[in-house]
């Protein structure tokens, strides 16, 4: 990539990652919030459920389209402002009357699909998982409308409204459940996901004004790039629709495992999608409109194609080395980590140990999920959105024949167990299937900078347990290693990893310092 392009990129990927970084903060003090409130209770389970249905007809209906279908095919528009208006606009009205259609016959029937997607939750408890879904469901408006609108604004170069919505969703939920909870019980924190889902597009609406946005009269008909969405998007909406499908066999699984099952994989879940969401989405995200850019008309021109190539390999490299110390801190330190982050109110010892477990299980996939991320990003560059599904639904089918094998012995760990496996073979089979339709990534160093880096990895992770067992002796009464062994173990292992990177002279350390140096002098919008 030439020096503007990657100038370019690493400004929008560090809008990204400082959206990021402030949603997953929030993040960080939402769950301790619930943590405190509810404990690995059924109150979190009936959350859990509440917030899992509306999540998953978003995704299903339009979520899925924004990496998938509507950055590429609005990076396209860039230069035509009409085309664009007229596209975006079809988009946002079909959605939206769509998403009002979808809402109100899904409240109505709140009460079946609840017990449908948890049937071994108590009754009390799934009562109450009943109320709070009438609650969130109406959430999936809202986020369908910003989906559409995000898209708008990442091919258009804006990353830092998109990026910043899900921050306004985590601030508004953490503020209404502190302030409605102690009034109107649990449903208060429903309310507060409801209120964020909003905040997630009001956030959004300066932007667009300011890009000049303008819309125009939907063309419900006869309007191509419209019906090629639609046609690019029935292949991602099937495999969402079996993803989705899973989500609600994962959900009815744990539901038979014991109370709090879904709480310990909900406290566990969101603490490993951090770093994805922090490294892996901004990467993929800032790397998408050069990508779809750089992608060839003609699929079998993707042999030649070496400026695709390379920015691929450069997303790759990058996000592979910084996601690999995150790992070994996941896995090195996953219960003191759960200590110092939810370890209080109602959320006691016990509750920590296993959702340490929970975390560590699925902490040892974050390596080759994080370049899962970036693999379909390239598909979808160059117009595929068939091969990463059927690719999902291979690995959906590896989820649950290890789901069914693990969930009797080792109950919901199990079920963790299996989510790791299956998202480890999406990765590994989508970018075995990508370098051949490459022909190769034209970087001959690529398996040799693998091994450096992995090697960096595992001396860092033996050098973090070593001190670990020092700190928790030298620092922390027994048996609560907290904070203070978090910070050295973690600081121990950041240190070896960056030093033995250097000394096997990876060349992204100081590609990456370079960047952020870059980015920390220009500090100009995009």
Sequence with gaps: MNKATTRRVAVAAALVAAGNILSRLLGFVREPVIAALFGASGAT????????????????????????????????????????????????ASVGVALIGVTVVLV???????????????????????????????AVLFLGLSAVTAARLYARDRYAAPSFAPASLNGTLI???????????????????????????????????????????PAWRGNPDTARALRLYLPIAAGLLVAQALVIVDTNLASRT????????????????????????????????VLARRAPEESRDLVNAAEFKSALVAAARSAFVLMVPITAILTVLSVPVIRVVYERGAFDAAA??????????????????????????????????????????????????????LVEPFGVFGLVAANSVQNSLHGAILGWLLWRRLGGFDDPGLWFFGLRVIAAGALAAAVGLVVREWSTLALEPAGTAGWRVLFVSGAGIAVVYVAVLAFL??????????????????????
């Design 352 to 405: 920590t140990d296993l959702t340490g477990l929970a975390l560590l299980i699925y902490a040892v996939q974050l390596p080759i999920t994080v370049l899962d991320q970036v693999f379909i990003a390239a598909f979808y560059a160059t117009r595929n959105t068939l091969t990463p599904v059927l690719v999902g639904v291979g690995g959906g089918l590896a989820y649950l024949v290890a789901a069914l094998a």
């Design 45 to 92: 389970d009936a959350f859990e459920v509440a917030t899992r249905l509306p999540q998953l007809v978003h995704e299903l209906v339009i979520g899925g389209a924004v990496s998938g279908v509507l950055i590429p095919l609005f990076s396209e528009m860039t230069a035509d402002d009409r085309r664009l208006a007229g596209t975006f606009s079809s988009l946002i």
């Design 108 to 138: 109505a029937l709140a009460d079946p699909l609840v017990a449908a997607a948890a049937p071994g939750l108590p009754v009390e408890t799934r009562d109450l998982a009943v109320v709070m879904t009438r609650i969130t469901l109406p």
């Design 175 to 217: 503020v209404l459940a502190l302030a409605l909870t102690p009034a109107v019980g649990p449903v208060g924190v429903a309310v507060g996901y409801l209120a964020g889902a909003g905040a997630h597009l009001l956030v959004q609406l300066p932007a667009l004004a300011r890009d000049g946005v303008r819309i125009t009269a």
């Design 258 to 289: 014991g109370e709090g099952s879904l709480a310990i994989m909900r406290f566990a879940t969101r603490l490993q999608q951090f770093p994805l969401g922090l490294i892996g989405s901004a990467i993929a995200l800032a790397f998408l409109p």
């Design 505 to 526: 002279r990876v060349p992204e350390v100081p590609q990456l310092a370079r960047l952020l140096r870059s980015r920390l002098r220009t500090q100009r919008p995009v």
